[in-house]
């Protein structure tokens, strides 16, 4: 797996294991990082792209908020 190969910061997930952890949709957590909802940065692994995401304890608080207020509405990555 290429995000193996990649040196992470603390408090770092690729966006499968942030998406598993939130348990919401991979296409979800991506939507949320590409309209600026979450702080990460981009990383190449055995000529892969690999999305890092920063999230402390605090910050997955958030983002589970942020899920279960979507589900709540039906409109994910909408919460503010």
Do not use: F
Request: aromatic share 8%.
């Amino acid at each position: 797996m290429p995000s193996a190969a990649v040196g992470r910061e603390a408090d770092e997930w690729t966006l499968p294991e942030l998406a598993y952890e939130l348990a919401m949709p991979p296409v979800t957590l991506y939507r949320w990082l590409k309209h600026g909802r979450l702080k990460a940065r981009q990383e190449t692994a055995a000529g892969h792209p690999v999305w890092l995401i920063q999230a402390d304890a605090a910050e997955l608080a958030r983002l589970k908020s942020w899920r279960a207020e979507s589900r709540s509405r039906g409109k994910p990555g909408t919460a503010t």
